[in-house]
């Protein structure tokens, strides 16, 4: 018989993704939806100023880049080829749209991906997020099975 040390966890609590991920779209604390998750432009606050809950164990990295990239390429690669392909304009109003029309969406768009990245962190219980990390699964190693 295999005996795990967590066996007495406690039950994560709910967290609703669909609802945590459009908070943090809106760039809103997941747990509440009304504190502001950000203290300046991309600097996520260390709790929120609402409720309180901690938002400093989010670990976003680079993961927001690569979502904006995959999504403005997905904009901006289509409607430049069609352009190309419907009016053929000047290579100098390509060099006008399209630089600027990324680096615009670039930044519209970071900001509410790393809410969403931070607050599905936060929903699946995260680096750190998960209330009872001590007892947490991820902590645990082969010497912590008591075989019998
Ligand atoms: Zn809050």
Redesign the pocket.
């Known amino acids: 018989m295999i005996e795990w040390s967590n066996a007495a966890r406690e039950p994560f609590p709910v967290r609703p993704r669909g609802r945590s991920l459009l908070r943090g779209l809106r760039r809103r604390?997941p747990?509440?939806?009304?504190?502001r998750m950000f203290r300046a432009f991309l600097k996520v606050a260390d709790r929120?100023a609402?409720?309180?809950?901690e938002l400093h164990h989010h670990e976003a990295d680079d993961t927001p880049a690569y979502f904006v990239i995959f999504i403005v390429g997905h904009i901006v690669v289509p409607l430049l080829l069609l352009v190309e392909m419907r009016f053929a304009p000047p290579l100098a109003v390509h060099f006008a749209i399209w630089p600027a029309l990324t680096l615009v969406l670039a930044l519209v768009l970071i900001a509410p991906i790393k809410g969403a990245v931070v607050a599905m962190q936060w929903a699946f219980g995260m680096h750190g997020f998960d209330p009872a990390p001590e007892s947490s699964a991820s902590q645990t190693t082969s010497r912590d099975i008591t075989p019998s």
């Open positions: 604390c747990a509440c939806g009304e504190g929120c609402h409720c309180g809950e």
